[in-house]
Structures are given as C-alpha cells and as structure tokens.
C-alpha cells in the first residue's frame, strides 16, 4: 500500500511539472511581451490615420493573431514574424524595424534601395541652365549657398529657362535644399507635411530662408533673386529620386511654367518618423503626408512626372517643350 502510494505522489508531481513546463513554454517572456507592447503603442498612437486606424478597427483580430505568433517566445528576435503580421494586417509596406546593427528585420525590406543611377545628359544650349543638387555632406547652411551659388552663376549668363535634374537625388537636407532652390521655386508656400488628425505644415520660401511649420530652418545670407521673376523650369526624375528628393519634387509641384519628364520616383514620397524601441532596435514608420503648393494630398507613394513616363528621360521632348530646336 506504501509503496502504491509513493507511486501515485511520483506520477502526480510528474504531471504537475510537466504542466508548468508546457504552460511556461507557451508564454511569451516579458522582455519579448514588453518590446511587442511598445510596438503596439507607437502603432496605434504615431502611424498615419489610415494605419492607425486599421489597427483600432481591426484589433482583436490583430491580438489573436499575435497571441498565436508569439506563443513561447523568449527574445526580442522571436517578435519579427509578429510584427510583420501586424504591418501586413493594417496594410502598411513602408514602414520598417531595424536591430542595433542597422539591420531591417521586420517590415519593409526594400526600405534602403535608394540608389543612386546613371544620369545621362546631351550638350545644352547656353540660354539653357542645368542645375542638379550636391550630395556631399555639407551643413545645411553650405548646402542651401551652395545651391543658390549655382544659380547666381548661371543667372550672369542670361539664362532662358532651368532644368532641374532630380535623378539621383535619394537624400539629404530637405530644409536646406528648400532654402536653396527657393529663388526659382517661388515665395510663399510650395507644400506642406499631411499628419494625422489634418494636422499640416506648411514648407514656405521667403526672405532667403526656408520654413516649415512656421518656423525658420535654414537661411542663405546674402540671398539672390532670379533675373527672371518665374523661368521656364523643367524637372527631371526617375526611380532614383527618393526620400527627400521626393519631397523636393512635390515642393515642385504646380509651380507655373513648369514641366516634369522622366519615370515614377522611388515610392518613398511620404515623411518618415522614428522611435526608438527596446534593444537598439527602432522603428521607421509613414508619419505624415505630402502636399502640394495648392494643398492637394501628393500621389502615395509614388510621385509621377506629367505627360508620359518612360524609363529613361526623353530629352527629344524636354528640348521640344523648352522650345530648343535641333
């Protein structure tokens, strides 16, 4: 009897430990619940409304699905497919994670392909100015003087009409390219930055300096004025043009006397925000918006040139609209 005894108190602590067992390896770890919590959070209360709000409406599905993905998990890394599920439940291709060694681990993949092309351009006639943007990693202040040093010495000699080659453009200081260009771009405002809840800030020219929001980022001193109150521009994009190139293209946008040609841009036409999670890790998300000048929500997420696209610019109808003859 002691001995069936002893038996029955084995077999029952056993199964006891083996429960505990299973139900711990079922459970997802609190440092891993904790970086899907923060997660979470900047989801719902920082992405842009239509994300956010296909997180709200579409939460309890999203909860369920999480529950199943992160059943015993215990690092961060066990997260990566859960956070993928809730990027691909809400809709949303753009926004990305990346770990502490820089590396996207969740989201969008194809994030970093901003790269650089090819820029092919014939001879062009003096009345005709050519102006692309330097890439060099210069302050914003020599970068916007910079720029506004290249229009002052095409101006001496007595320019017609501008292009403006955004083809290669994947980066940079966007107030100061703003700052820069805002002798051709035109005073006043040329866009603005689309937030959740319509919040909007505006991107203005004036005085020599760029704003947005109504605040003064960066200033040219000694700034110039074009010779011509509003030249003839053509604009040159492709899928090169990206992140702040883009934005630079929609500041572009609806200025009169003004003609794009080229390909669609990179897909990344949109401000960019960022927050910092748990680990080194952080997490780059759609945060607002563009507009144009005439406060009209940009294509997302990919800016168009007018007229026909084609994969590389077709410089027979840039010269036909500038009206340069063969």
């Not at 946008?253 to 925000?273: D, H, I, V, Y």
Request: glycine share 8%.
């Amino acid at each position: 009897m002691k001995r069936f005894l002893s038996i029955l108190v084995i077999v029952i602590f056993t199964f006891s430990c083996q429960e505990t067992e299973d139900k711990f390896e079922d459970t997802i770890s609190p440092e891993a619940e904790a970086f899907l919590n923060e997660f979470l959070q900047v989801v719902e209360n920082d992405f842009f409304d239509s994300y956010s709000y296909n997180y709200t409406w579409k939460k309890s599905q999203i909860d369920q699905a999480l529950l199943d993905l992160t059943k015993g998990a215990r690092k961060i890394e066990d997260t990566y497919i859960a956070l993928d599920k809730v990027f691909e439940m809400i809709g949303d291709d753009k926004s990305y994670v990346i770990n502490s060694r820089g590396e996207i681990v969740a989201g969008d993949k194809n994030a970093f392909d901003c790269i650089p092309g090819q820029k092919q351009t014939p001879a062009l006639p003096s009345s005709i100015a050519y102006l692309d943007i330097p890439t060099s990693q210069i302050s914003p202040e020599d970068l916007a003087f910079a720029i506004q040093d290249k229009i002052r010495g095409r101006e001496l000699e007595a320019t017609d009409a501008w292009i403006i080659d955004l083809r290669s453009l994947t980066g940079g200081h966007f107030e100061a390219m703003l700052a820069g260009l805002g002798p051709i771009l035109g005073d006043g405002v040329l866009g603005a930055f689309f937030y959740r809840d319509d919040k909007k800030e505006e991107w203005e020219y004036k005085n020599g300096a760029s704003y947005v929001g109504g605040v003064q980022r960066v200033a040219v001193s000694n700034s110039m004025e074009v010779l011509s109150p509003l030249p003839k521009v053509a604009v040159l994009i492709d899928g090169s043009t990206c992140r702040e190139g883009e934005q630079i293209f929609a500041a572009i946008l609806k200025r009169p006397n003004t003609q794009s040609f080229g390909n669609a841009t990179a897909g990344r036409a949109f401000l960019e925000g960022e927050k910092n999670l748990p680990d080194g890790h952080k997490l780059y998300f759609v945060e607002a918006m563009l507009m144009d000048r005439e406060s009209n929500l940009t294509i997302f997420p990919n800016l168009h040139p007018d007229g026909n696209s084609s994969v590389t610019v077709n410089f027979d109808d840039v010269f036909e609209w500038l009206g340069i003859e063969d």
